[in-house]
């Protein structure tokens, strides 16, 4: 049977706003009154918050739209309307729950009972499940061809223009934010009884906890893929496989015993993450191309992280 294209799109997007809503919970509820700054412009604006005492989210979209922009500007249209609805709705969630949308200052989910519980008697298990709620909600997010904006525009405008590899780059400016906040937190007197140091050591392990839980979302257990293609344009196909994906591949000499003809075998490894995306390049390429997709449980080499 058929999928309908439209009603396909109309449920990732659903489930894109379902994302961005879990990940508001988690900066918005678990994250923000901590003191743990998640890294990137989510921990830019709790830093601008903690200084000026301006709304998260209201800081997360203001200082995202320079970067949309930018990104159409520099990356064309890969920036689209999915980055935008992203952001704008965890944006927008984060302040919601907050209450610090006009209309409904009522809500104040970090006021509750549980959350204040959790603040003063078990702030690990706070900050767990903060990183976990923010890194299911990106995952999903991700999964589903969204992005929150943010670091990912300026990584992958720092790969464009000066070769810097992305996770190298998202690294940096997490780092930067941290380090930002924890000297805003520090000069504003308001770790409490926890010290700025310490709230700095727990906003690195949210970034280790969140970024494995984003991982097993996107790519489940098998986190990358073989893909064997047999075509009469492999060369073309390879060529966009390094230039445009970054990725090695291997032409292998074979000879197809059906019709009797030496070819060549085209083999490359990517992410799960990648996967739709060079099936439509291939398919582009050479509609007639026959192409085999295999699990692979482990990479060792440059372009892939060993898994924990």
Known sequence: MKKNPRLKIVLEYILISIGAAIMAIGIGIFLVDAKVVPGGVSGLSMSIHYLIGLPVGL?????????YLWGIKELGKEFGIRTFWGFTLNSFFIDFFRGDIPGFSFIRLQETETIKDLQQNDFMFLILVGAALLGLGLGIIFKFKGTTAGSDIVA??????????????IMMIDFFVILLAGFIIDFKNLAGDRSAVILTFYALFLLFISSRLIDVIIDGFDYARSVDIISDKTDEIAKVIMDDMSRGATAIKARGLYRNVDREILTTVITLKELSKLLNIVKEIDPNAFVTVSNVHEVMGEGFRRRI
Not at 156 to 169: D, E, L
């Open 59 to 67: 800081m997360i979209w203001m200082l995202n739209i320079p970067l």
């Open 156 to 169: 992958a405008i720092m790969h464009k223009r000066f070769g810097t590899k992305p996770g190298m780059a």
